[in-house]
């Protein structure tokens, strides 16, 4: 029986090959007639037969090419940026087809170097259309092409082939910034019909939780992958006792954040045990990563930030497959940011410069890489995997979250999800599929757009230092000026405060604004403040962008301000009332628990937020932000099978990242599935023998790592999730 099956499975893939041969062959032979500078004859011409002949030992060529070559050519290119290597995978494989035509018998074959990458794309993408529909209703052979997209480390690791446990495992799909409103949206819609299916049988059920008051994802995806995101106040921050900002994708600021977590809670993460990171701010704890930042300034050559490529552009037909939605996602962008523009659209930002072939990284190539690594992951049969997919949020920051563009992407995101429960059929153990958000987003336009002035600018303007003459000129601007005559006494000169004292750091996150002094050793309170800039509070607190800012002060501790000289002490607010009237359940204890954060900023701002049409605004370029309070940045989502526990009991609400690891820990260890250990820390995650928050090197924030850039992530100033 088992002779018998090897012969049927055997007859199945030769047919198969020869049929995506014919298929190549043939179009090549139409090419040959289209492109006039490429050819398949000799100069005297030749019949068809010959012509067919002369194109089936080009495409047996190619073919073998290859495979044989194109993994060690991929290989090779792991030192190229990750942004670059779906350009090169075209000429790399117009390069192999011209070798492929040299070896054609007599000199047939020819091919000027620009023709032949185009006929090398099409060809690798005609066998990839060919085999997937032969391989339709194979199982055996749809369970050997997703093996094809697997990691190969894998299949030298000795989990790979040994006997997988009966337990089943463990898949978190981290759907970057799509909030819990949204998503419910999207099922009942059928916009993702996968997820619609799943909650109309009742197989999954959906949770929302809260978010900190820093929603975002460092915040959020550290808490839930290393149990704590104690002292991230922010995306990014100024620290006074280092001089640096730290900013959540940064390479060398998520290794420091990560070694931070695992000080804190003496725990490796919620994957120490048979787990998988896969493009993730951090590792978990886990030793098989992929397109990890924490470790993506790591020299070993399993940990590299770009080894996760090679799984997935090994395959020349996934790779130009993958390059050629990326130019067409670049062209849709361009396509959809030109028709905001003509039909003017509000709000809007631009959308120029290297925004498309970002936009194309994080949708498409980002998007095939890590979820052919989830692939290889369920295949393999590990215990636990966690994957964030970003596509959602970057496309949101720019178009707006419950835009079509937006929507789209969500789409595209169902099928993934799609795909891996095809591929939970085939995994040698079963599987449970969760799926979470580490925050959501909230519409508005941004700051500057309604103001004409950034927040920085507000800031100077109120500590009569010298600002844009353009910012100056705004309502904003002059009412800060005259302020600070009033309170000053005496006219603001254009020089005021050069050479005195160091100028604030004024940062963004979203619509969360952080002011620090750096020259002041310690946090400064209220009374200090008034002291040196004794217009700046009023200034911010009494504008109408601001809904209210957190300060220290001496007499009363922290203290929120609100507009007309609000002031109410920390510990006596409640939610709903004072300056954080509106802004929702668990405000108050939000801010709170950030108050006792050593690094919080001097001056801590949120944006005002409308609980009527949910916008906030945003103090960068962003019409789709998340970062403080307001909204739905504040709710993501939890989506979990109903064969586990019930995240929190019924009544009670799911709050802060920290609980949601504390859930799925639980999970993982249901069904006598892996144990995580509480104290065991895998020794290169193991903290160096200091305080929780001291620096373990002088200079491990001091410069960028300069060949280990992050190339999934967008340039800092345009993204605040990663």
């Not at 501790?557 to 609100?562: K, M, N």
């Not at 006596?572 to 009332?577: I, Q, S, T, V, W």
């Not at 001291?694 to 790592?705: F, G, H, I």
Request: with cysteine.
């Amino acid at each position: 029986m088992a002779g018998g099956r090897w012969w049927r499975r055997a007859g199945s893939t030769a047919w198969r090959s020869v049929a995506v041969w014919a298929a190549c062959t043939v179009t090549m032979m139409i090419l040959a007639g289209l492109l006039p500078d490429f050819k398949l004859t000799s100069d005297d011409g030749d019949s068809m037969t010959r012509v067919a002949v002369t194109a089936a030992l080009g495409a047996a060529a190619f073919a073998l090419l290859s495979a044989l070559v194109w993994p060690i050519l991929v290989r090779a290119l792991l030192l190229v940026p990750a942004l670059v290597l779906g350009l090169v995978v075209f000429f790399l494989n117009g390069a192999l087809l011209l070798i492929a035509l040299h070896l054609i018998p007599d000199g047939r074959g020819e091919a000027g170097p620009e023709t032949a990458v185009v006929v090398a794309a099409v060809m690798s993408a005609v066998a990839s259309a060919a085999g997937g529909a032969l391989a339709v209703r194979d199982d055996d052979a749809y369970r050997r092409r997703l093996y094809r997209l697997a990691d190969r480390r894998r299949r030298r690791g000795s989990d790979a082939d040994a006997d997988c446990p009966p337990t089943p495992g463990t898949v978190f799909i981290q759907l970057d910034g799509v909030g819990h409103e949204v998503l419910r949206r999207a099922a009942r819609d059928d916009v993702m019909p996968t997820v619609g299916s799943w909650l109309r049988d009742g197989g999954h059920r959906l949770t929302p939780w809260r978010t900190d008051w820093s929603s975002q994802t460092g915040a959020s995806q550290l808490g839930i992958l290393h149990g704590s995101n104690y002292d991230v106040p922010a995306f990014r921050w100024y620290e006074k006792d280092t001089g640096e900002t730290q900013v959540s994708n940064r390479p060398t600021s998520a290794a420091e954040l990560q070694r931070r977590a695992v000080a804190h809670t003496g725990d490796g993460g919620l994957l120490t045990v048979d787990g998988a990171s896969r493009g993730n701010l951090f590792s978990g704890g886990a030793e098989q990563v992929a397109l990890v930042l924490s470790v993506a300034a790591r020299r070993g050559k399993e940990n590299r930030s770009r080894a996760g490529y090679f799984a997935y552009f090994s395959d020349p037909a996934n790779a130009v497959r993958t390059a050629l939605s990326f130019f067409a996602e670049v062209g849709r962008e361009i396509g959809q940011s030109t028709r905001a523009r003509v039909c003017k659209v509000r709000p809007r930002i631009g959308r120029g410069g290297l925004y498309p072939f970002i936009r194309a990284f994080a949708t498409v190539v980002e998007r095939d890489v890590v979820v052919a690594a989830v692939i290889g992951d369920m295949l393999a049969g590990r215990s636990a995997v966690y994957a964030d997919l970003v596509a959602y949020d970057e496309v949101a920051h720019h178009s707006g979250p419950f835009g079509r563009d937006a929507q789209k992407v969500l789409e595209r995101l169902d099928r993934s999800l799609a795909l891996l429960v095809k591929v939970a059929e085939h995994a040698p153990r079963p599987y449970r599929i969760v799926v979470l958000s580490d925050h959501g987003q909230s519409p508005g336009e941004t700051f500057q757009g309604r103001y004409g002035l950034t927040l920085q600018d507000l800031v100077r303007a109120g500590c009569g230092l010298p600002v844009p003459r353009k910012a100056g000129r705004t309502r904003s601007g002059a009412e800060a000026r005259a302020a600070v005559r009033a309170a000053l006494h005496r006219p603001v000169e254009e020089g005021a405060g050069k050479g005195r004292r160091s100028e604030p750091v004024v940062l963004a996150s979203g619509n969360l604004g952080l002011v620090s002094f750096p020259d002041v050793p310690h946090r400064m309170t209220h009374e200090e403040i008034d002291a040196r800039n004794p217009a700046l509070l009023p200034t911010l607190a009494n504008h109408p962008g601001i809904g209210f800012l957190l300060v220290r002060s001496e007499e009363h501790g922290a203290v929120v301000l609100g507009a007309q000289g609000a002031q109410v002490p920390l510990a006596e607010l409640a939610d709903g009332e004072g300056p954080l009237a509106g802004f929702g359940t668990g405000a108050a204890d939000a801010v709170r628990r950030t108050d006792s954060f050593p690094h919080t900023a001097d001056i801590m701002v949120n944006s005002m937020y409308d609980p009527v049409d949910g916008e906030v605004l945003a103090f960068e370029e962003q019409i789709g932000s998340h970062g403080g309070l307001g909204g739905a940045q504040s709710r993501p989502f939890l989506l979990s099978p109903a064969e586990l526990s019930e995240p929190v009991p019924q009544g009670e609400a799911l709050v802060g990242a920290e609980q949601v690891h504390h859930v799925l820990r639980r999970w993982l260890t249901e069904g006598h599935g892996p144990q995580v250990p509480m104290r065991v820390v895998p020794l290169s995650l193991a903290p160096p023998a200091t305080k929780p928050l001291e620096r373990p090197v002088e200079n491990s924030l001091r410069r960028e790592p300069g060949g280990a850039s992050f190339a999934a992530t967008p340039p800092e100033p345009q993204d605040n999730s990663a």
